[in-house]
T-cell receptor
Framework: AQSVAQPEDQVNVAEGNPLTVKCTYS??????LFWYVQYPNRGLQFLLK??????LVKGSYGFEAEFNKSQTSFHLKKPSALVSDSALYFC?????????????FGAGTRLTVKP | DSGVTQTPKHLITATGQRVTLRCSPR?????VYWYQQSLDQGLQFLIQ???????AKGNILERFSAQQFPDLHSELNLSSLELGDSALYFC?????????????FGPGTRLTVL
């Protein structure tokens, strides 16, 4: 079955610096990949997704992610972090081979952006 | 605001009881998904309904059941509650039933079982 790993529980960056939140996946074939963000006491908000096509995907709030098939990764990036980006970030994967919508989420990475 | 609404926001109940969580999808969305988020298990997919029919099933316990009504709102029923059922329960909706669809999440219902 498909799975996704977020190797870092916590990422700390200074405001204005670039940020990267890492995600690796395990799917045989081409995956559908998603990034969501969760603010305290809120639901998950969709940031971006990769289905097919250009490996660099641009999303909401200045975030982007690069699909790397050889490294089975889909890291989330932003050129210049804001304090307001501090939140919990989830990577998720679906395996299109299976006729279901079982989306597997990573454990989440807590991003803290310090002023 | 995603457009997905969930009620109630908080629910406190006792072991052995039964509760119902309600979800209204975004206008026009036909699919509804239910997820459980807990500290030890993370975010887990429970079940999906599409236009009133069960479409996919994940790690949903037999004590849990769901349905989607003709007006497309959905209810998740949790019975014989145990302490371990305490969690955040999210509903999400999407336009269609395909794996490429983006899911939009509601604010969640926090269930506490005492």
């Amino acid at each position: 079955a498909q799975s996704v790993a977020q190797p870092e529980d916590q990422v700390n960056v200074a405001e204005g610096n670039p940020l990267t939140v890492k995600c690796t996946y395990s799917v045989s074939g081409n995956p559908y990949l998603f990034w969501y963000v969760q603010y305290p006491n809120r639901g998950l908000q969709f940031l971006l997704k990769y289905i097919t096509g250009d490996n660099l995907v641009k999303g909401s709030y200045g975030f982007e992610a690069e699909f790397n098939k050889s490294q089975t990764s889909f890291h989330l990036k932003k050129p210049s972090a804001l304090v307001s980006d501090s939140a919990l970030y989830f990577c998720a994967v679906r395996d299109p081979r299976y006729n279901n919508n079982d989306m597997r989420f990573g454990a989440g990475t807590r991003l803290t952006v310090k002023p | 605001d995603s457009g997905v609404t969930q009620t109630p926001k908080h629910l406190i109940t006792a072991t052995g009881q039964r509760v119902t969580l309600r979800c209204s999808p975004r206008s026009g969305d036909l699919s509804v998904y239910w997820y459980q988020q807990s500290l030890d298990q993370g975010l887990q997919f429970l079940i999906q309904y599409y236009n009133g029919e069960e479409r996919a099933k994940g790690n949903i316990l037999e004590r849990f059941s769901a349905q989607q009504f003709p007006d497309l709102h959905s209810e998740l029923n949790l019975s014989s509650l145990e302490l371990g059922d305490s969690a955040l329960y999210f509903c999400a909706s999407s336009a269609g039933q395909f794996g490429t669809d983006t899911q939009y999440f509601g604010p969640g219902t926090r269930l506490t079982v005492l």
